[in-house]
């Protein structure tokens, strides 16, 4: 479709998605910037290129991306989240607290959303809301048992060691040690 109508956006990105997901990095990026050039203030496609460049280690592209996104869709909390996590790694602590501020009024967010956002948080000594994003993944998770409960009892073990509460911590561990007794 992008080389039958070229001057349709929206193919350039389609095909750019595809390409990012199957590995093939070059033709996204080629598809995300033809995009671009044809729609430059479309957020949707500065948060595309903005995954590519993150997925490539680009680091400081990856954030001017999708902070232009986040701009523009202030209410996205998936866009949100990732600026935020751009911002992280680039050690752009401002922006991204800026991102993540109201962050534990967030609803529910899937395992790998959730994972991120509460190591983000417990970064900005937030362990408070970090614990309540992987509480409201964890009563998300369907399967008590499953490898997903034990990455959030993981994750929320580490927060609170970090944060002194050991006690806590050693619940969390022994509830991980359960776990993995009863999938034996």
């Known amino acids: 479709l992008a080389l039958r109508w070229p001057g349709q956006a929206s193919h350039w990105n389609n095909l750019g998605v595809v390409a990012r997901q199957t590995g093939d990095d ?8 033809r995009a671009l050039q044809l729609l430059p203030d479309d957020w949707e496609l500065h948060y595309n290129l903005g995954l590519l460049y993150l997925q490539q280690r680009r680091l400081l592209a990856a954030r001017e991306h999708l902070l232009l996104a ?8 998936e866009v949100r989240l990732q600026a935020a996590h751009a911002c992280h790694l680039c050690g752009d602590t401002l922006q991204q607290a800026q991102l993540l501020a ?7 967010l899937a395992l790998e ?14 362990e408070t809301a970090a614990l309540s ?23 929320r073990a580490a927060l609170l060691e970090r944060s002194n509460a050991l006690a806590p911590a050693r619940h969390q561990l022994q509830q991980i040690c359960d776990l993995h007794e009863m999938n034996s």
Request: negative net charge; charged residues 25%; aromatic residues 4%.
């Open 26 to 33: 070059d033709v996204a990026e080629d598809a995300f910037t």
């Open 102 to 108: 109201g962050a534990d009024a967030w609803p529910p």
């Open 133 to 155: 994003v992987l509480d409201k993944a964890m009563q998300q998770e369907p399967d008590p048992r499953g490898p997903n409960r034990t990455r959030l009892l993981i994750q």
């Open 113 to 126: 959303p959730a994972l991120l956002l509460a190591s983000m948080l417990g970064s900005q000594g937030n």
């Open 70 to 77: 986040s701009d523009a869709a202030a209410d996205d909390i």
